[in-house]
Antibody, heavy 121, light 106 residues
């Protein structure tokens, strides 16, 4: 059973950047993808982007393209996401999720516990 | 691809049958997943490929639909089912879109 362990809460100033991590254990890191999903307080889930470590390919939601960078370190089974030019609208819980591909289907079958990122002056 | 859900919230009694609808802005075949998110917790996968029950999920949950219209049904609602429910399209894999969610209360 895979476990995704995320880094701790962050408090950032507007205009700064934040880099959060997601370490996978219990399964081969390369055999699936990692996606990042955020959720503002009282709001729904928003897919931000993802990476397939086996291929090193990254994908981003249009809304975040250019401001979000997702990377992965296979040697430590850790995925990272950096968000730049933070504003108060980026205050949210950030989840990582394992993306399993079965045939032409895909699903987020394991999730981290989430990281609260607060952007405040 | 845009996703919508209805209703945005609902209240039901223990033992009720609950139905949540998800609609895609274009045909997505059966590339549709459902997630449950309990208050203060991370989401959990309930159903994938529109109708396949994830391992460990109680059989009172079921999904149906294809094309643009999908349904999540909870037969005999239980207190532990109080949560928000989200649909997700995977037709455009490796990019994804979630629906806005449906909050279920007792």
């Amino acid at each position: 059973q895979v476990q995704l362990v995320q880094s701790g809460a962050e408090v950032k100033k507007p205009g700064s950047s934040v880099k959060v991590s997601c370490k996978a254990s219990g399964d081969t890191f390369r055999s699936y993808g990692i996606s990042w999903v955020r959720q503002a307080s009282g709001q729904g889930l928003e897919w931000m982007g993802g990476i397939i470590p086996m291929y090193g390919t990254t994908y981003y939601a249009q809304h975040f393209r250019g401001r979000v960078t997702i990377t992965a370190d296979e040697s430590t089974s850790t995925a990272y996401m950096e968000v730049t030019s933070l504003t108060s609208d980026d205050t949210a819980i950030y989840y990582c999720a394992r993306v399993v591909y079965s045939g032409s289907y895909s699903q987020f079958d394991s999730w981290g516990r989430g990281i609260l990122v607060t952007v405040s002056s | 691809i845009q996703m919508t859900q209805s209703p945005s919230s609902l209240s039901a009694s223990v033992g009720d049958r609950v139905t949540i609808t998800c609609r895609a802005s274009q045909s997505i075949s059966n590339y549709l997943n459902w997630y449950q998110q309990k208050p203060g917790k991370a989401p959990q996968l309930l159903i994938y490929a529109a109708s396949r029950l994830q391992s460990g999920v109680p059989s009172r949950f079921s999904g149906s639909g294809s094309g643009t219209d999908f349904t999540l049904t909870i037969n005999s609602l239980q207190p532990e089912d109080v949560a928000s429910y989200y649909c997700q399209q995977t037709y455009s894999t490796p990019t994804f879109t979630f629906g806005p969610g449906t909050k279920v209360d007792l």
